[in-house]
């Protein structure tokens, strides 16, 4: 017998989200705890006929969230694949869940760009969490640009802190203008591509800005994050999956990449984001977006209700360290989000100059 589950998630997030379940392994284990917390409206439903499904639905009664389980013969890859491939679909969430380790899988999903994957056994509570967090930043549009409208706490940048940061970004960008264009140079007659790589980053209370750096990866280096996944040195060994990226020895980084990541020259143009305002000098490091949706509970969002910064306290405290775990990076943000003031900020920038050369080629 086989089960599709709408589930209204509203009590978690405050609006609706329609939810399709298919499977028969891990429906009860599943079904059964999400019932216990969220209204279950039960449909019969399999890989051979969601396809149909999805057909014969209306824009407006298209189920928001698709929660699948994998099948041996791989038949959810293909439908998966052609999910992708519909237009219609693209907004969908989608969710693969397994009751067989293999490791071939979580690459294969990885590619399919499905929003998570999970293997049998995994805490009910994670799933639950991590399905409010999807409905939130994915069906809540524009995303994270209205969250932003809604955090519990607003954050105001002091005004001795944002003076210090024009007046100390101003002189910098004037200062270091000569040097700006010989790395230009350098970087444009060793790879083709713009100078300035420019990425959506997360910053203070959730809003979006284009985060600058000099470029040192090859063109295209975002589309091969999946395929390095083994590489992270914050992967969880047994999930497969982190909230931070950072590979040791990226074989995406140029020569001069190297020189200048290694040097965090790479890091110069965000002083034009410090003097624009869209972080300071000293804060939490602002996170792409891929990364900011893995900070899924109340416990880690606090780092996002202090400032973003062009240095920090994981900077001047175990950067580049391999046996810096993900846990300390984001106890370091929550703690200086909670604890900052001017003397700490003077600290930071003092101790960030000795950190500036990495040991570790990450």
């Known amino acids: 017998m086989t089960l599709a589950s709408q589930?209204?998630?509203?009590?978690?997030?405050?609006?609706?989200a329609k939810i399709a379940y298919t499977g028969t392994e891990?429906?009860?284990?599943?079904?059964?705890?999400?019932?216990?917390?969220?209204?279950?409206?039960?449909?019969?439903?399999?890989l051979n006929n969601l396809e149909q499904?999805?057909?014969?639905?209306?824009?407006?009664?298209?189920p928001d969230i698709l929660i699948i389980?994998?099948?041996?013969?791989?038949?959810?890859?293909s439908l998966i694949s052609k999910i992708r491939k519909n237009p219609l679909l693209q907004g969908m969430i989608i969710v693969v869940l397994s009751v067989f380790s293999n490791k071939t899988w979580k690459g294969k999903a990885m590619q399919l760009k499905i929003h998570d994957f999970y293997t049998y056994p995994f805490p009910i509570e994670d799933l639950t969490e991590r399905l409010g967090f999807l409905v939130k930043f994915k069906l809540i549009k524009p995303k994270l640009a209205e969250l932003s409208q809604t955090v519990d706490v607003r954050y105001q940048m002091p005004y001795?802190?944002?003076?210090f940061d024009i007046a100390v970004s101003g002189g910098a960008l004037l200062m270091l203008s000569p040097f700006f264009l010989i790395i230009a140079a350098l970087i444009r007659l060793e790879s083709k591509g713009?100078?300035?790589?420019?990425?959506?980053?997360?910053?203070?209370?959730?809003?979006?800005?284009?985060?600058?750096?000099?470029?040192?990866?090859?063109?295209?280096?975002?589309?091969e994050i999946a395929k390095l996944a083994a590489l992270n040195q914050y992967t969880d060994t047994e999930t497969g999956k982190s909230a931070f990226v950072k590979i040791k020895d990226d074989p995406r980084i140029t020569r001069i990449g190297k020189f200048i990541r290694n040097?965090?020259?790479?890091?110069?143009?965000?002083?034009?984001?410090?003097?624009?305002?869209?972080?300071?000098?000293?804060?939490?490091?602002?996170?792409?977006?891929?990364?900011?949706?893995?900070?899924t509970s109340n416990e880690w969002t606090t780092r996002f209700l202090g400032p973003a910064g062009l240095t920090g306290l994981w900077q001047i405290s175990k950067r580049g360290k391999e046996e810096m775990s993900e846990r300390e990076?984001?106890?370091?943000?929550?703690?200086?989000?909670?604890?900052?003031?001017?003397?700490?900020?003077?600290?930071?920038?003092?101790?960030?100059?000795?950190?500036l050369l990495q040991k570790e080629k990450v």
């Open 26 to 46: 891990l429906r009860d284990f599943v079904v059964t705890e999400l019932a216990s917390q969220f209204d279950v409206d039960q449909h019969e439903l399999d």
């Open 194 to 223: 713009p100078v300035i790589y420019k990425s959506k980053r997360v910053g203070t209370g959730y809003k979006v800005f284009n985060f600058y750096k000099f470029r040192s990866m090859r063109t295209g280096a975002d589309q």
């Open 69 to 77: 389980e994998a099948d041996k013969k791989e038949q959810w890859v």
């Open 160 to 163: 001795y802190k944002r003076l």
């Open 263 to 295: 040097t965090s020259i790479d890091e110069l143009p965000q002083l034009f984001n410090v003097l624009k305002g869209d972080m300071s000098l000293v804060g939490n490091r602002p996170l792409p977006l891929y990364e900011a949706e893995m900070l």
């Open 329 to 355: 990076r984001k106890k370091l943000d929550n703690y200086y989000a909670a604890n900052y003031s001017f003397w700490l900020d003077l600290k930071i920038i003092i101790g960030t100059f000795p950190a």
């Open 7 to 16: 589930i209204n998630l509203s009590h978690q997030t405050g609006v609706h």
């Open 53 to 62: 499904y999805l057909n014969d639905q209306s824009l407006l009664t298209l």
